[in-house]
């Protein structure tokens, strides 16, 4: 006969090692995480918090601080659930907490309220204990910026006010030149016709390239991001400045070679280099056509290659004078640059006139000879030995860094709204991008080893 009994025996009691540090490898990315933090004083930025005389005691901000951070190590971008329920079921989140697990609410007040002041510090310290570390070259920045899609309504336009009023400008300019065309081609009987109901149409489509974003700005030197701005500008041109700015204000001095592609090399831009000792290695939006197309760059008809006389003048192929017009402030410029208008003194019975002008009239050109030198400048730098290994690199480590944090790591679209907020997540991203960095690079030495 069989005797059934309950079965008191309990397969999940305790048993040693009691720290869950004992389960983890030396080189396991949250001890090296954990040392790196413990190298830099976390405590300053965390005394001001608020104390309450009721409710449950706060959990220990420094571990709440490092547990955040090893989230945006480890994700990419970590969302407040995903940082509840880690601290439940993941042991390197377990070993951060001390086993404590606070609530999604209680890591977003952290993030928003605590740390909103204090990141950009933060980011800083935790650079600077990398790169002492890690003997970063910062006088090398290889700089670049990606649009990232803003937490709007989906068919809301940043410059929808902008598209509504010119698009009926272009519309009846577009349309006074159709009527000249069928004037021209009114022996043919053919007529082109118009119709402004396109116009809209034709947005409607295309409104998906037409979504808000902000333009994420990043420095990177040695593979981390070494600065990081975010701006509502359309055009990478106008974030170079306040990107240099921002990385003297964190270094106390400007980089020697900022690296950046053609989207960057505006007058401004190189003016503002000249005044402060940094040396031009961003291209302008011609270089590859300079520097590649051999038959643009020796075209003789081009006016920078028109030839200059003894006196100064300048000549034509045909060995035409050309004369001052007037000079005229360009539009936007913040350092007074003016453009030269020059008009040849005489285009009639010219025998290139067919590959040299495209009116009736003598032909005139806009010159600034100041910018030229410039360009002349840059592609000097840029074809060196040093301007070549320098352009390598910044397709490597500055394209490549956008590239790890969209495709690897999948972060996209901006999460928080208001740019204050929106700055927050993006240094989060960036030093959770940094210590994933860190911890590579040490697995990398300890393989080689």
């Known amino acids: 006969m069989k005797i059934s009994t309950i079965n008191y025996n309990n397969p999940k009691q305790g048993y040693l ?7 983890l490898d ?14 830099i004083d976390l405590n300053k930025y965390l005394t001001d918090i608020p104390e309450y005389t009721t409710g449950r005691l706060r959990y220990n901000p420094v571990n ?70 890690e003997h ?6 290889y700089i670049d910026g990606s649009k990232f899609e803003a937490n709007a309504n989906k068919y809301t336009w940043v410059w929808k006010k902008a598209t509504e009023k010119f698009r009926y400008k272009l519309y009846e300019k577009i349309t006074a030149e159709i009527e000249e065309i069928n004037k021209e081609i009114a022996w043919s009987e053919v007529q082109i016709s118009t119709n402004s ?28 991001i070494a600065v990081v701005d975010v701006n509502h500008y359309r055009s990478d041109m106008d974030c170079f400045i306040p990107l240099m700015k921002h990385f003297k204000q964190t270094y106390g001095f400007y980089p020697k070679y900022p690296v950046a592609d053609a989207g960057y090399g505006s007058y401004n831009n190189y003016i503002f280099c000249e005044q402060n000792g940094i040396e031009k290695y961003m291209k302008f939006p011609m270089f590859k056509k300079e520097t590649k197309d051999r038959k643009y760059h020796e075209d003789p008809f081009r006016a920078v290659n028109f030839r200059i006389d003894e006196q100064g003048v300048m000549r034509c192929p045909n060995d035409k004078a050309f004369h001052l017009l007037y000079r005229r402030s360009v539009r936007g410029n913040q350092y007074g640059r003016k453009e030269e208008l020059y008009e040849c003194e005489d285009c009639s019975g010219c025998p290139y006139a067919e590959k040299c002008k495209k009116t009736a009239k003598n032909r005139t050109v806009r010159i600034n000879q100041e910018l030229t030198a410039m360009h002349q400048e840059v592609i000097e730098n840029l074809e060196s030995i040093h301007g070549a290994l320098l352009r390598m690199n910044r ?9 790890i944090m969209k495709n690897d790591r999948w972060y996209k679209r901006i999460v928080r709204r208001g740019i204050n907020s929106v700055k927050l997540e993006v240094l989060l991203v960036a030093i959770g991008h940094n210590l994933y960095k860190y911890q590579n690079k040490k697995m990398r030495n300890r393989t080689a080893a």
Do not use: W
């Open 17 to 23: 090692p009691l720290f869950l540090s004992d389960c």
């Open 26 to 39: 030396l080189l396991d990315p949250v001890l090296t995480f954990d040392r790196l933090m413990g190298g």
């Open 64 to 133: 709440m601080l490092k547990t955040v951070l090893f989230g945006f190590m480890t994700n990419g971008y970590c969302s407040l659930r995903e940082l509840e329920d880690n601290c439940k079921v993941n042991i390197r989140f377990m070993y951060l907490m001390d086993h404590q697990t606070p609530s999604y609410r209680t890591f977003g007040y952290f993030i928003n309220e605590v740390l909103q002041d204090k990141i950009e510090n933060i980011f800083n310290d935790i650079n600077q204990a990398i790169f002492n570390e």
């Open 136 to 141: 970063v070259d910062l006088q090398h920045i």
């Open 197 to 224: 109901e396109y116009v809209p149409d034709y947005l409607n489509e295309i409104i998906d390239q037409l979504l808000p974003a902000y333009n994420v700005q990043i420095g990177v030197a040695d593979e981390y």
């Open 395 to 403: 397709s490597i480590q500055a394209e490549g860094t956008f590239g």
